[in-house]
């Protein structure tokens, strides 16, 4: 790991003026904030990410960043809480039992313990090309020397949202489950406080694929907004291969409200085989309003999946993709509430 200068702010704006200040002329690379450090301390090791400096905002806020409370506009969620406080939250696992397993589901209890949830949404890829500097070819690295993966070992890589520069899997678990919820992230930056729909926080790596966020440099997400009331009926499937601390080969996060057999409302969001947090609005689209039978579920995952671009190592990933939706959907419906 190379040298790098650290720092600690407790005052949120005064973490923003510390990442955000122009650098001396000396300094290579930007200043990072860190909260548990679980992913950045990771990439650092490897010499993947070369900060100059970090930030420690572990305290910033208080407990103003670290609540969990149901307001008018819904549930808010402190991003200064780490990944266990939130699913050992009783409120949670009652009512958003979606967002506890997309938590439990991850990493292992010495990780959760530690990752905070703003640093959980913006954790970087597993793509082994990503994380060994000794290949050259890789977007998010070096823009603009190629995509060693796709004609690599490409066995963990996505088969949905990808392009020519970049099928680099998202590798979170609980943006799967924000997303289906349609939550609101939270950000504080130089500018001031703003909000932003989670669904448009990621970047699909299109052009640039080294810049993974719409988040302006700087920004700091203080908190998630999760807005329609409670979604008991909820939960997130992963698929993977060992039952713990394994990246998903593929998930489902399905919140739904029911009449009967009959989805009045249906969110479901894909991971494990996709660039950024997926929504499945095709499939949600054809099962809205209508009866769910195990045929139509099926029918959906295929229309879902209808842009799948499989390659050598990673085809299986499709087949398994419509059945974990239809698995989560149904698992889900069964739920009793």
């Not at 292992?108 to 070819?137: I, W």
């Not at 977007?139 to 796709?150: F, V």
């Amino acid at each position: 790991m190379r040298p790098y200068d650290y720092s600690r702010a407790t005052e949120p704006l005064a973490a923003v003026q510390a990442v955000t200040t122009p650098a001396p002329a000396h300094v290579l690379a930007p200043i990072q904030y860190m909260g548990g450090g679980t992913n950045l301390i990771d990439l650092m090791k490897l010499d993947v990410m070369r900060p100059d400096g970090v930030v420690d905002i572990k305290q910033v806020g208080g407990e103003t960043y670290r609540q969990v409370r149901q307001t008018q506009d819904g549930l808010r969620i402190g991003a200064m809480l780490t990944m266990a406080e939130l699913a050992d939250n009783a409120l949670i696992a009652r009512d958003y039992p979606v967002l506890r397993d997309g938590l439990w589901k991850a990493a292992s209890a010495q990780l959760r313990n530690m990752a905070r949830l703003g640093g959980n949404v913006l954790q970087r890829t597993r793509c082994p090309y990503f994380r060994d500097v000794t290949y050259r070819e890789c977007n998010k690295r070096e823009p603009g020397s190629g995509c060693a993966a796709q004609d690599g070992h490409n066995r963990i890589h996505a088969v949905l949202g990808g392009s020519e520069q970049c099928i680099a899997t998202y590798a979170g678990d609980w943006g799967q489950t924000l997303i289906a919820l349609d939550a609101v992230v939270e950000v504080l930056g130089s500018a001031g406080p703003r909000s932003l729909r989670f669904a448009d926080l990621h970047r699909k790596p299109v052009n640039d694929p080294h810049i993974e966020t719409t988040l302006t440099p700087g920004e700091l997400i203080t908190g998630f907004l999760i807005p329609g009331g409670p979604w008991p009926r909820s939960s997130y499937v992963k698929v993977r291969d060992r039952e713990s601390y394994a990246f998903a080969n593929a998930s489902a996060a399905v919140a739904l409200r029911m009449e009967g057999d009959v989805a009045q409302e249906i969110r479901i969001a894909l991971g494990g085989m996709t660039t950024t947090p997926w929504r499945a609005s095709r499939a949600e689209a054809m099962l809205r309003g209508n009866r769910i039978t195990e045929e139509v579920l099926w029918t959906a995952a295929e229309a879902e999946f209808a842009d799948a671009r499989p390659l050598e190592h990673n085809a299986f990933k499709v087949p398994l993709g419509k059945a974990t939706l239809v698995r989560g959907v149904l698992e889900t419906m069964a739920m009793e509430v």
